[in-house]
């Protein structure tokens, strides 16, 4: 914890006093705490998209951030999922530093711990249902049987059994977003990070969807970080960050 920090801290304890800084600073670690500011452009005209954000997240929760457009929610994601990097600071992953990992590092890393869903699905048209879920699996070279024992287990759990062998472009966007929840816990990482999963969908289809998170939370014990604007969506998080 730097000085700057160290001392906010301190002030605010004068008002709660439950933790020494150091005890703050090794709980942090130990949670996946983030501390950091990413900033955009030249010196004279200078963006501060996200600038000293402090916080974490338990194993096992569901916890959802919202914002204004425009509030840097995007971006904060993007960083947390080692898309961009951070201008200054740490992120921590249990006791790994993410912005202290090469290129190379970084990449295994994503592959190993983190599951994507995003608002627009990212599906390949020219795969089946069943083949875009168990493409992640390939990257991790496993055994076929193995695969295809997680890849049955997980259409059952969402309920996509029945259009396993359809295209994309063959079934509705709840389907393609289950379809990409499925994809993205196949290989169960130890964070999914949403980015408005339910802003392309109908109002059916969005709560379908959110009672997926919640079976995946619930079910699964599986750590989501979900970024959003609506208050219903907002409404099945475990807590919310703004």
Known sequence: MDEKNKKAWQNNREKNQTESWQEAESRMERSGCVMWKNYYGSDTNITKAVDRVSFCVQKGEFVGIMGASGSGKTTLLNMLSTIDRVTAGHIYYGETDITELSDEALAE?????????????????????????????TLHSKRKREIQEKCDHILKLL???EIRDKFPYQVSGGQKQRCAC???????????????PTGALDSRAAQMLLETFRKMNHDMHSTILMVTHDAFSASYCSRILF
């Open 109 to 137: 890393f994503r592959k190993d711990n983190l599951g994507f869903i995003f608002q627009d699905y990212n599906l390949l048209d020219t795969l089946t249902i069943e083949e875009n879920i168990v493409l992640a699996m």
């Open 182 to 196: 499925a994809r993205a816990m196949i290989h169960r990482p130890k964070l999914i990070l949403a980015d408005e």
């Open 159 to 161: 309920d996509i059994e």
